[in-house]
């Protein structure tokens, strides 16, 4: 892709170099084992919105690595009201990453999981219809589907209450072991206090929304969890991407060799 505003690496090992595509691949990589990998942008004083979307915290620096993110995962992860609310359309790549998934054994497009307790989905919304691979929802066992969405994507059901260990384990059993969740805040809450999360790559615009915006974590509180650094990037103009990941499920940058 034409790259606009650098990107570099600031820790460990910064050099100054803008990362070429492949680069930034190679440092994401893949874990080779089941993983989820949670991914989200912030201002500075930690709002996860600005003017109510994510968009407004979001610059072409994000926008590139949250691509590369989606070519690398198997699933994408994401609440229904985040789906909603942020208007999802189908979840598509360009015929280069395309390649480089079949290079590495993937189907050529991840499969988007939507977690919806309720089932209260547009199956004429676009990352329904219009959707390259058939969508996943993970529901309740009581939960009632609106007319025409078995139509367009297939329903597990998790429990009274959306068991999102359980979903995950399925997810897994159907080939999706390596998971991209995009929210929103009480997905990434309810991830967290099931001790589900094994990455966290946290975009930070340099900017101040003040106050009112929610954080990135939403819902019931839970324990403190360990997170270690793994890298630090920088782009020109003032992002900062942060990658951390639990010491016991660290994968191996490069994991999936860059194409």
Same mark, same amino acid.
């Given at each position: 892709?034409?790259?606009?505003? !650098?990107?570099?690496?600031?820790?460990?090992?910064?050099?100054?170099a803008p990362l070429t595509d !492949? *680069?930034?691949?190679?440092?994401?990589?893949?874990?080779?084992?089941? @993983?989820l990998r949670v991914n989200f942008?912030?201002?500075?004083?930690?709002? /996860?919105?600005?003017?109510?979307?994510?968009?407004?915290?979001?610059? =072409?620096?994000?926008?590139?690595?949250?691509?590369?993110?989606?070519?690398? $995962?198997? #699933?994408?992860?994401?609440?229904? #009201?985040?789906?909603? @609310?942020?208007?999802?359309?189908?979840?598509?790549?360009?015929?280069?990453?395309? &390649?480089?998934?079949? *290079? @590495?054994?993937?189907?050529?497009?991840?499969?988007?999981?939507?977690?919806?307790?309720?089932?209260?989905?547009? !199956?004429?919304?676009? $990352?329904?219809?219009?959707?390259? /691979?058939?969508?996943?929802?993970?529901?309740?066992?009581? &939960?009632?589907?609106?007319?025409?969405?078995?139509?367009?994507?297939?329903? /597990?059901? $998790?429990?009274?209450?959306?068991?999102?260990?359980? #979903?995950?384990?399925?997810?897994?059993?159907?080939?999706?072991? =390596?998971?991209?969740?995009?929210?929103?805040?009480?997905?990434?809450?309810?991830?967290?206090?099931?001790?589900?999360?094994?990455?966290?790559?946290?975009?930070?615009?340099?900017?101040?929304?003040?106050?009112?915006?929610?954080?990135?974590?939403?819902?019931? &509180?839970?324990?403190?969890?360990?997170?270690?650094?793994?890298?630090?990037?920088?782009?020109?103009?003032?992002?900062?991407?942060?990658?951390?990941?639990?010491?016991?499920?660290?994968?191996?940058?490069?994991?999936?060799?860059? &194409?």
């Open positions: 892709m034409s790259v606009g505003i !650098p990107i570099v690496r600031a820790w460990p090992q910064p050099d100054g !492949p *680069e930034l691949t190679a440092l994401y990589g893949r874990a080779g084992r089941p @993983h942008v912030s201002s500075l004083d930690g709002a /996860v919105t600005l003017d109510g979307y994510s968009e407004g915290l979001s610059g =072409e620096p994000d926008k590139r690595v949250f691509g590369l993110l989606r070519m690398l $995962c198997d #699933g994408l992860l994401v609440a229904a #009201g985040t789906l909603r @609310h942020e208007g999802y359309r189908a979840v598509r790549l360009n015929e280069q990453r395309r &390649a480089w998934r079949r *290079e @590495h054994g993937l189907t050529e497009y991840p499969t988007l999981v939507v977690v919806s307790g309720s089932l209260d989905l547009d !199956p004429a919304q676009a $990352c329904f219809a219009d959707a390259p /691979v058939r969508p996943i929802v993970l529901t309740r066992d009581d &939960a009632e589907p609106p007319a025409g969405l078995t139509d367009v994507a297939d329903l /597990v059901r $998790c429990g009274a209450d959306v068991d999102l260990a359980a #979903g995950l384990a399925e997810l897994r059993r159907r080939g999706l072991a =390596e998971l991209l969740c995009e929210g929103g805040p009480h997905l990434f809450g309810a991830l967290t206090a099931a001790d589900l999360v094994d990455e966290l790559c946290l975009t930070v615009a340099p900017l101040l929304a003040g106050a009112g915006p929610g954080r990135i974590t939403a819902g019931d &509180a839970s324990a403190p969890r360990q997170l270690g650094l793994r890298h630090v990037l920088a782009a020109a103009d003032g992002v900062l991407m942060l990658r951390h990941t639990r010491g016991d499920r660290v994968p191996s940058a490069g994991s999936a060799p860059a &194409a």
